[in-house]
């Protein structure tokens, strides 16, 4: 896939899949923004070291004041935004809760970063790519929005919330020549995943043992269908969300 050109914003990318996406997308040809509340600076620098165009910037996606200046940035730096990776997400820090014991404060930061972060994100691009008639706008959704998983029901909300407003933004965006799609992973390890061995514990064998292809899932195991998706070769392609999780959920 190329994206060689094309200007992507990737929100989240510090670490783990955000990075692996960015990475990929640079490979790509693509000029990377690499947008996190941590490590952002490091990543891109690493990136450019391989030779890529990258911009690394501090950005907390669930404040409106905090996108709109990623936004600006990315824009002077490169004249332009065709891609958005709406990767930055509330996750693997997250313990295993009831839900009758969540607090409102955890459920309204759970919301904010991974579904209000998304919506700020997709409002403060979309005249710009509205202006060029072009984009492509890529949201990380989750396999527990369709399975369910007891203990993180603001998690699951929020994801559930993701794949609904990928589908009302595709219609929505589409007479501009938007398109709006999503991925919806499985458990898969990366570096924070990893690092939360007590949700590990709880969630690995069990995910293995429900894909049709058993065996763990790795960020690089996403990166292709994110290619895809911001690529022309996908251009006919939205609304949809695409499993990436070794065949775990059909839907």
């Not at 710009?128 to 492509?136: E, N, V």
């Not at 989750?142 to 998983?149: D, E, I, L, W």
């Amino acid at each position: 896939m190329s994206s060689r050109g094309k200007t992507a914003i990737v929100t989240g990318a510090g670490t783990g899949l955000g990075l692996a996406f960015a990475k990929r997308l640079a490979a790509d040809g693509a000029n990377v923004v690499l947008a996190d509340i941590n490590g952002a600076a490091a990543a891109a620098a690493s990136l450019a070291q391989a030779g890529q165009s990258t911009l690394g910037l501090h950005a907390d996606v669930s404040s409106e004041a905090s996108v709109s200046a990623m936004v600006e940035c990315a824009v002077q730096r490169f004249g332009a935004i065709d891609i958005l990776i709406n990767n930055a997400a509330v996750s693997q820090t997250l313990q295993l809760t009831k839900f009758e014991e969540l607090s409102l404060a955890e459920w309204q930061h759970v919301l904010a970063v991974n579904t209000i972060g998304v919506f700020l994100c997709c409002r403060a691009v979309a005249p710009h790519m509205r202006a060029r008639k072009q984009g492509r706008i890529i949201n990380v959704a989750s396999g527990t929005a369709f399975k369910g998983a007891p203990f993180l029901l603001h998690y699951v909300a929020s994801k559930g919330a993701v794949i609904s407003m990928t589908r009302a933004l595709a219609r929505e965006l589409g007479r501009d020549n938007i398109t709006v799609n999503a991925i919806s992973p499985g458990y898969t390890l990366s570096e924070g995943n990893l690092a939360n061995t007590a949700f590990a514990a709880a969630h690995r064998e069990a995910a293995i043992a429900s894909r049709a292809l058993p065996r763990d899932a790795w960020p690089e195991d996403l990166v292709g269908a994110v290619s895809f998706l911001a690529s022309d070769d996908s251009a006919f392609i939205t609304g949809q969300i695409l499993a990436v999780d070794g065949g775990s959920v059909y839907h």
